[in-house]
């Protein structure tokens, strides 16, 4: 990937993100993606409710590249990196496949991208060169004006 928030997401530390996953674009997967990081959410202070925001984002992002991404071909890998930021819980779940594009015959409503950006706190998705969608989110974990020290230090 080049100029991506993936590669970049990586750089903002010496250190390897919190949680960081390849695994099979496949639906088996997405409850322990889910799981990783909502264990993370809860290491960040977030709440019960936020965490239920959050594993709901993360389990829309990747059922997208579940059913999206390889359409058209054999599933390939999902990445998911996510860490406690200054920011917030910052998340990336970066698929390999075919990038945005309409599809007639999609199974959803396409509700699932407004629904994700409703509950983050910024939300982007990128198209990566040579293929592939990327979705980097944050979901917050301290107010305006606060001071966020206390979420990287442990």
Do not use: K, Q
């Not at 990081?37 to 965490?51: E, F």
């Not at 999902?78 to 970066?94: F, K, M, N, Q, S």
């Not at 409703?118 to 939300?123: E, G, K």
């Amino acid at each position: 990937m080049t100029s991506s928030h993936l590669a970049s997401f990586a750089r903002t530390s010496s250190e390897a993100p919190a949680v960081a996953i390849t695994a099979r674009a496949c639906s088996d997967e997405v409850a322990r993606i889910r799981s990783a990081i909502g264990s993370l959410g809860r290491r960040a202070g977030l709440d019960a409710d936020r965490r239920a925001d959050v594993a709901l984002v993360v389990s829309e992002a990747c059922a997208n590249a579940v059913i999206h991404a390889y359409a058209d071909r054999e599933p390939d890998v999902l990445r998911v990196t996510a860490d406690i930021t200054p920011e917030g819980l910052e998340i990336v779940i970066a698929d390999a496949g075919r990038g945005m594009a309409p599809r007639s015959d999609s199974p959803g409503l396409g509700l699932g991208l407004p629904l994700m950006a409703s509950l983050t706190s910024a939300l982007e998705l990128r198209m990566v060169e040579g293929g592939g969608t990327e979705i980097w989110m944050v979901f917050a974990t301290h107010e305006p004006g606060a001071d966020p020290a206390w979420a990287v230090a442990g």
